[in-house]
DNA sequence: GCTCAATATTAGCTTTAACTAATATAGATT
DNA sequence: AATCTATATTAGTTAAAGCTAATATTGAGC
């Protein structure tokens, strides 16, 4: 490979998994494997203060790794990118199943 | 889940993903999905200096991502680990395949 | 229109990661 | 043993990520 593209290739999969590498974010996406959650039920899940979890999902939406949906007061997260439903399925091999 | 396994199975994944959210470690491990490759031939793959790349090179090793083997004075890099090779396959597959 | 519940944002601080520059080690060669 | 080549390490600086605390926004219900 040309090795400029193969720079900016290593960038984007850096920027990539450092959107992944935080474990609130990884606990979040993790829920969302299950099925849309809403932040209530993830806070539910999820070990950390609503701002912080606030803070996490900006993220993981600006990265568009996730989608959400509204209905009344209540804002419901779904995963929104099929590279992050591997990814996270490899990552449960690897460290959740029971094994 | 168990809350207690399943914040320290995220940070396990943390770190994990953390080691491997690097630029240059990601080339040097693309270049390694290849075969055995010594410093100096790494060093013609990745655009680094020679101690900067030896400071990732040292990383990967206490990560035990890759293991090494001495031939006179040269060190030849290997990947170790097969989680590695399976992660790096799927990040190729999303960010360099060519189609 | 006021109040409550759900969610998001901002500022300030601290920690961690990565770079640069300099230097060290270790084996090979003369 | 002096020198060269290959590789590693260390100290110092800068930049980026994550936390806490405080506050803002938005929709619902009275």
């Not at 474990?23 to 299950?34: A, P, Q």
């Not at 995963?79 to 091999?93: C, P, S, T």
């Amino acid at each position: 490979m040309d090795p400029t593209q193969m720079l900016s290739r290593s960038e984007e999969a850096e920027q990539f998994l450092k959107q992944l590498s935080n474990k609130t974010r990884l606990m979040v996406l993790c829920s969302l494997l299950e099925g849309e959650r809403s932040v209530t039920e993830l806070l539910d899940d999820v070990p950390v203060t609503q701002p912080v979890l606030s803070q996490h999902l900006a993220l993981l939406r600006e990265a568009e790794f996730v989608a959400t949906r509204r209905s009344g007061q209540t804002i419901y997260y779904r995963l929104a990118d099929n590279r992050i439903i591997q990814i996270m399925n490899l990552l449960y091999g690897f460290f959740c199943a029971d094994n």
